[in-house]
Each structure stands twice: as C-alpha cells, then as structure tokens.
C-alpha cells in the first residue's frame, strides 16, 4: 500500500498512471475534499512551472518598475543557477545580509524533510544569514500578547488546550466566539492522519453540552447538537463579552475569590466596567447597542454561563481585526470571573477547530525536524508587515514594547508560500513589490508571486518526492511515497539550494555530506530516540517505508489548561509578572501604546459598521479559509473549481442584502471599495448577517484592466482588505476588518490571465 500525507490528510494512492486516486484512510472519520483536486492541480500543465524562467525586464537591465507585467525568458538550470548565486553574492557583498528577506511560510509540505522553510533558511544560513519574518498570519496577535498575560509561548498555551474529550465529556455550556469552523478544522501544519473535531462536537452534544455560536455566520459551527445562533455584528465580540462580564459583576455572579487568588488587577478591571474609570458603564445594553444583539439576550447568556459548567472559546479569526488582542484577552477575563478554569472541559479555549489538533487528546510528541543552523542575523520583522518594509526602508515602528526599524531589503528569496495571497491590500504590495532589485522564488506553479518574480526555479509537489509525515500531536508517522513523476524540469528544493550551496562554497556546510535518503534516515533514527523517550520503540526505517504508516502506542491523553497553576498557585506560578493570569498588565501599560492599553477594553475599529463614516449600503467583508483548498493551495485543482460560481470565488450574501441590490442567486458581482475591486459569484444564503457577506481567501490573485480600471477577477478578497497592524503591541494582520459595497456585474467574466508570456 502506497500513502501521502498533508496539511489536509493522509491518504492512500489507488490506481497507477491516469488512474490513480487519493481515497481517505480507514483511522479517519472524516477524510478532507480537498484531496479530491491534489492530482489534477500537480498534473496542470498549463499552469505548472515546467523550466528555470526569467523575467525579461530584469535579464535585459534589472528593471523592476515592470515586474508585475513583464514575459519571461525560459532557460536551462546551470544558467538559472548561476544567476542566483551570483545575484545573492552580490547583494550580501554589497549591502550585507540582511538585505536578503528569505520569504516562506513553510506550508507548501507536510513531510518533516521537504519543509521549505527549513531548506531555505539552512541555505541561507550558510551564507551569512539574513532577514526573517516574527509570527504568523494565522495568530500574531496572541503570539505577542499571551506571554503577558499567561506567561507562556502560543505554542505552549495551544499544546496545554485543554481536551476536546473532557469538553464532550463535562462540558454543559460552550460559548463559541467565533464560532467551532469545519473549514479551519480539517487543516493543519505538518500535517494530519485524521479529522476528528465533529466527532468531538456530536459528542457533547449527544453528552447534552448545549452551544452558543456567536459568529456572523450560522455555518461556522460544525457540531450536530443543540446550537442557538448569535449573528454578532463582526469586529464587536469585545463589546459583547464587556456586556456579559458587567451582567455577571451587576447579579454577583462572578467569583471574586478566584479573582483574587489567581488574577492580578482585578480592581482595576472593575472601574473600568462599571465606568468609574470613563465614565461608561459597560452593560448589556451599552454592549447591545455595538454588537446588534439583544440586552435581554446578552443577561440570559451571561446567567447561563454561571449556571452552568462553561468554556469559552474563542476562535483564531477574531484576532486577525483591528486591535486583535482585545477579544483574546477579554474572553480570558469573562472565564476568569467565572471561576472554572482549571477545571475538567470548562474555563476558557483559544484555537479550537481553528485547527484540527488544537484540543486533540493525544501526546505530545516533539518529532525532529530538519535543521536550520544558526542565522547569524538577528534583523527580523512581524511577519505582516512586509510591504510597510519594502516600501519604507529605515522607517521606525512599534513592536512588542521595543522601537525597530525597517531594514532596507534589496532581495527577496520566496520558498513555499504565496504572499500574493495572504498578504492584505494586494494593490499596496505590487507597489511594494517593485522596489526590491531582485525577487526569486522556487514554486510548483505560475501563482501571483511567480508571476511577480525576476528568478523563478521550477519545484516539486509533495507527491512527486519521498518524505516523513510527523505531527507533534498526532498518533500516527506517515511515509509519504512519491506517486507521480515530476512535471517538466521540476527539482525538489533541497536539490536548488545545494546546487546553490556548491556554487557558493558552502556545500560541505549545507549537505555535511549527507544525500536526500540520508537526511530521511537521520530524521527516523532521531524519531526512535524520541519514541524511546515516551516508551515504545519504532520499527526498522525499510520496514516503516514498506508498511507506510505506524501509529503510535498509548497516545491518549487529557489535559487541562492552567491546571497546576490552579492546584497550587505558589508552587507553580505562572511566568507572569504577578505570577498570577495578568487582567491588567502592568508591563504592556507601560509601553503606553493608545491601541493596546493595560487591560482588555471596547477600543473602536479603524472600520466597522457602527462607524460614523460607514455609508447605509456598506457591508461587512469576512475572508476566512475555504472549504475547497488549504489557504491559496489547488485553487486550480478540479474540486476548488467545481464550487466556482461563474469562474469566480463564491460571495456568500444574504437575501434582503442581494435583494436590496438587484442581484440573484449565481449573478457575477463586484465588490469594491477605496482599496480595489474584485468579481465574485452570489450564493444567497439566510445563514448570514444582512450587513455581511463572506469571501474566502485564496482564489488566484488575478487583476486585470476592464475599462480603464483595475479588476481583481477571480475573487480574491485581499484586493480589498486593509494593510494595516492589528496594534502597536502585534502587528498583526486585519483581514477581517474591511467594509465594501457589492453591485451587479453586467458586463462578461474575463478570461483568467493564466501563465505569463514567454519568448
């Protein structure tokens, strides 16, 4: 039996040649679609890079005030290469090394070897370094601030979620903000053997665990249980939970004893919900008059959750808005006051379903990984901040307390991601992506950044090599087989970089001598010594290859968040500043920073539909991940496009909203605003807020001139989204903070642009 694995799934391959199919593994309760469009999408061969390419503009004169629309020039690999790395000595002799931004986002494979981050950064490692990015799109917000306030790393709070099993199992009341998403829940980085979170959720509910979904979308709850929908005005979840807080403190139904021993500032918290400290009271109806729900709703929540065995999760999405830390830390301070952390299934969850191993109850297992060496740069940049770097070299900003400033980046060097996809304001980073002297990148097909790129090196798909699936939570090591040959004059990443490496004189570094299999054998021997470490023994690495997968033995675990804390505050503090779960912190209220203070408050969106220059026909854009597709990955792939409305992503639009605006179920529409316009299909749904529509992420960022203007059109949201950090303290992203308005489109769906020119 032949397997794969990734960030969706493992599978086994069934049939050979034009034959071959993915199907679901028999471990797997609820294999992911998205596998359906891997195949095709890697056999696209008009869309495949199938040779070394570059830029026409760039090889006659180093222009880069064309690189968003020039041809290419196809070539072979010696030439390509030797262009790289004489273009990275140039620039590291001439500016130095952090002039290079090594761009990656490490999502392109799930296997432990082929990490592209991983091969890029040990490339450039041995070269003297370069300029990295801090964080993650998916979180930077609590990435910065849950240290603060729990005193651990977002990794370490996420290892400790408490699990999914004790919430099915003890759990009466789940206060879901943002919602528990199938979407988000079948993915995962480094990979995944099973799906397993709507289990969880029927569970509960067949356990008799009542949810809240508070969400501007009904179908952002997967569980089939007993479920009341809150359509919240989007970017508001602060306020409401502001409102159920003052209902707890107003009926004294929080827990001022827990506070006591276990919170630091409370008292201060206090004045600023009863207003002594502004002079507004934070009550439900004060709350109801932000988020759009009702007073007497928002009172019969609140007495519910101290009624009741609660846990109050909240979603990664809410943090990727303007001042994203506010509902994280909000929602810790709501648990607080009812006193239930620590205890089994209740207290408070960030992150369930936003991923599936969030809250999984298995061990952990810390797997090796290749090594990246020691980047003797320490320049580095939040990881959504790159276009404000590439457009303002040596400008200063704030993060995470400290004054930096912008290096001046004259190479950028993209492996396994695709910012033209997750970056925010595209129109903005086209701008930006002309300033650097050169961009290289190493991808599978012609995307947005290819298409943007002076240098581009043709790579492999995961399932044209052999690598290792190994997730530090999840029960099974997957050999992942090479199924297909590779398209064209495809290399694998590692094979670029150490071609790269020799030319460099930093080969015997790179490689330490080591072949492909080596590496693979290395990273199984490293995995047996870990499996020794948690008591059982991995079999033979031939043997582990043949049978393709091995779950391990006695992985079931439950955990619960902040428990030892909670048994013995003194003698396991937290690594706080008090020690204690920081309501005010007194360090981040030091910084002084207007749009992150001290502890968690209602601070108003730089965009929303309660703002004063909102328009009556302005809706709410929300942009999360697509059912069809991990992020931008397959788009081309048969399964994302069989959900295309008209060739276009699908707007998710409520019928009063479509009805309002001449528009029917499957019209072609155009979503606009200050920051560009794009195309989308209409589905008409009542599972939406009337002032909101969804439009997921990834469709191939596509912008071509209709009429003298740009268009986006193929449905890409980020066209529209707001290039802007979340705060001072992060940086983070927001992308679900943009307001647009939608109209009919009259006019013929372009063709897409397809694949550059050659000559």
């Known amino acids: 039996m032949r397997y794969t694995a990734a960030h969706w799934g493992t599978y086994r391959a069934v049939g050979e040649g034009e034959t071959l199919r993915l199907e679901g593994i028999e ?45 290419y020039v196809e070539t072979d ?58 964080n993650t799109y ?33 759990c009466e009341l789940l206060v879901a903000f943002g919602g528990i998403s199938a979407n988000t829940a079948q993915v995962t980085s480094s990979g995944t053997s099973t799906h397993e979170v709507e289990y969880w959720m029927d569970r509960a509910g067949k356990n008799g665990m009542a949810a809240v979904n ?42 001022r004893a827990f506070l006591t021993r276990y919170c630091h500032g409370w008292e201060t918290f206090e004045s600023y919900l009863t207003g002594a400290s502004d002079g507004i009271e934070k009550t439900a109806e004060w709350a ?58 209740t207290g408070f969850g960030f992150g369930y379903a936003s991923t599936t191993p969030v809250g999984r109850p298995k061990k952990l297992m810390n797997w090796p990984s290749f090594p990246q060496g020691q980047n003797p740069v320490s320049q580095a940049i939040p990881v959504a901040r790159i276009s404000d770097m590439l457009l303002h070299p040596a400008a200063e900003y704030r993060y995470d307390g400290e004054h930096q400033t912008y290096p001046d980046i004259r190479l950028v060097y993209w492996v396994g991601g695709n910012p033209f996809h997750h970056h925010q304001d595209l129109y903005r980073l086209e701008k930006a992506w002309t300033r650097p002297e050169t961009v290289i990148v190493n991808e599978q097909w012609w995307t947005a950044t290819a298409r943007r790129a002076d240098i581009v090196l043709p790579a492999t798909s995961p399932l044209e090599r052999t690598d290792i699936m190994m997730n530090r939570r999840d029960p099974c090591l997957v050999w992942m087989d090479k199924l297909v040959e590779p398209l064209g004059e495809a290399r694998d990443d590692h094979d670029i970089f150490r071609a790269l490496a020799e030319r460099l004189g930093t080969l015997a570094e790179f490689s330490q001598g080591k072949s492909k299999d080596d590496w693979i054998r290395q990273l199984w021997q490293e995995a047996g010594d870990v499996a020794r470490q948690n008591g059982f023994e991995l ?42 779960i920081e309501i005010v912190s007194d360090r981040i209220g030091s910084f002084g920073l207007p749009d992150c203070p001290a502890h968690p408050q209602w601070i108003e969106p730089v965009e929303w539909l309660g703002h004063s220059a909102a328009a009556k026909d302005d809706l709410h854009l929300i942009s999360g991940q697509p059912a069809t597709r991990l992020h931008g990955q397959l788009d081309n792939g048969s399964f994302s496009r069989s959900k295309k409305v008209r060739g276009c992503e699908a707007l998710y639009i409520h019928p009063e909203a479509a009805k309002a605006r001449g528009i029917a179920d499957s019209d072609l529409v155009c979503l606009f605003n200050a920051r560009g316009r794009c195309l989308a299909g209409a589905v008409l749904t009542d599972g939406i807020r009337p002032d909101t529509v969804a439009l997921a992420a990834g469709a191939w960022f596509d912008p071509q001139t209709i009429d003298g203007e740009p268009v986006e059109v193929s449905g890409n949201p980020n066209v529209l989204t707001i290039d802007k950090g979340c705060s001072e303290l992060s940086q983070g992203n927001i992308a679900h903070t943009s307001l647009v308005k939608v109209m009919r489109w009259d006019g013929p769906k372009p063709p897409a642009g397809g694949v550059p020119r050659k000559r």
């Open 214 to 255: 508070i969400s501007p979308r009904r179908p952002d709850f997967c569980g089939t249980g007993p479920t009341e929908w809150l359509p919240i005005r989007p970017n508001t979840d602060t306020a409401l939970m502001l409102g159920l807080a003052h209902e707890l403190y107003r009926n004294n139904r929080h827990d």
């Open 77 to 134: 690999w010696d030439t390509a290469l030797d262009l790289v790395a004489a273009e990275l000595d140039r620039i590291r002799m001439t500016h130095g090394n952090e002039a290079i931004f090594a761009g990656s986002y490490g999502w392109s494979s799930a296997g432990r070897f082929h990490h592209a981050q991983s091969q890029l950064r040990r490339f450039l490692n041995t070269i003297g370094g370069f300029t990295y990015s801090r």
């Open 539 to 580: 079999p033979d690495f031939d043997a582990f290859r043949e049978t393709g997968i091995f779950e391990c033995p006695d992985t079931d675990e439950d955990r619960i968040q902040l428990e030892s804390f909670i048994k013995d505050p003194a003698g396991a503090p937290l690594q706080t500043e008090s020690g204690k």
């Open 138 to 170: 998916s979180h930077a917000a609590a990435e910065v601030l849950l240290p603060y306030i729990v005193g651990m790393p977002q990794r370490a709070f996420q290892d400790n979620m408490t699990s999914l099993a004790l919430v099915a199992e003890h």
């Open 288 to 345: 109801s008059g932000i988020c759009d729900i009702e007073a007497e709703t928002i009172a019969g929540l609140a007495a519910r959750m101290a009624q009741s065995k609660t846990m109050v999760s909240v979603a990664w999405s809410l943090q990727r808005g303007d001042h994203g830390e506010q509902p994280i830390w909000m929602g810790l301070t709501l648990a607080a006051m009812l006193g239930q952390i620590g205890r089994p299934g």
């Open 27 to 71: 471990q797997d309760p609820a294999p992911s679609r998205i596998a359906d469009g891997w195949i095709d999408a890697v056999r696209d061969a008009g869309l495949r890079v199938k040779k070394p390419a570059i830029r026409r503009g760039w090889l006659e004169n180093r222009s880069t005030s064309d690189r968003c629309n020039d041809s």
